[in-house]
């Protein structure tokens, strides 16, 4: 979600507030919390299933930043900031002391630019081609969290059925649900033609998943870019 800047050396300040925080997630105690706390299943699975063997191959910091694709400074802040939420105003210093710029409205901007499919999650958005699907989501609520789940699974390469929704299901929901969304005049062709059924109700978003971008509120009400 952030881009590296070229700047001088950071702060002395600035150096020794980055090592008081790395001394304090980086032990195996941070990495328990961090595993089993802030990582989704998907996270765990990723790093092979085993706290201890993912520790030894990545430290703490390291996880984050593999899983993330970031720089270990940025890693380093965002895992500090879920254990102890920093003031905005110091965590993005620290992280422009650094190099590291955190416009998250500018992230998000250029996804939307780059012709992917781009979900926001509040207020709820969805954009193709770089044109905003003009559909009422709050009012359709369920076709929302549908399409929600299609995309995260699809960056993961995964498929859906009905067992990645909440409470008891019917079998053929999640053909009905891609018939009430894909059949509204503003949901784009070319988009529906990417759902792909795999068998009676198992269905796949057809797209490469640098294609499709996440973009999620943190605690400070900026946006974070979703990563499976």
């Keep these: 979600m952030s881009s590296a800047s070229c700047q001088s050396a950071p702060s002395t300040k600035a150096q020794k507030e980055l090592q008081a925080i790395w001394g304090r997630i980086q032990d195996p105690y941070a990495a328990e919390k961090l595993w089993e706390r802030h990582l989704t299943p998907q996270d765990r699975e990723r790093l092979g299933g085993d706290l201890n063997a993912a520790y030894h191959r990545h430290k703490t910091i390291g996880m984050w930043a593999w899983l993330r694709s970031m720089p270990a400074v940025q890693a380093a802040i965002e895992i500090y900031d879920r254990f102890a939420p920093m003031p905005k105003a110091d965590r993005e210093w620290l992280l422009r002391e650094f190099g590291v710029e955190p416009d998250a409205d500018m992230a998000l901007a250029r996804a939307i630019e780059s012709n992917a499919l781009v979900l926001v999650d509040h207020p709820r958005q969805a954009f193709w081609k770089a044109e ?28 859906i059925d009905r067992l990645d929704f909440a409470g008891s299901r019917p079998h053929e929901c999640v053909t009905n649900w891609k018939s009430r969304l894909t059949t509204k005049p503003e949901f784009p062709v070319e988009l529906r033609d990417r759902i792909i059924a795999h068998g009676d109700g198992v269905q796949q978003l057809d797209l490469p998943p640098e294609q499709i971008r996440i973009f999620e509120r943190d605690g400070h009400e900026d946006y974070r870019e979703w990563r499976p």
């Excluded at 929302?144 to 995260?152: F, H, S, V």
């Design 132 to 159: 905003k699907i003009e559909v009422d989501w709050n009012r359709y609520k369920v076709l929302w969290i549908y399409l929600w789940q299609l995309a995260r699974h699809g960056k993961s390469g995964l498929q």
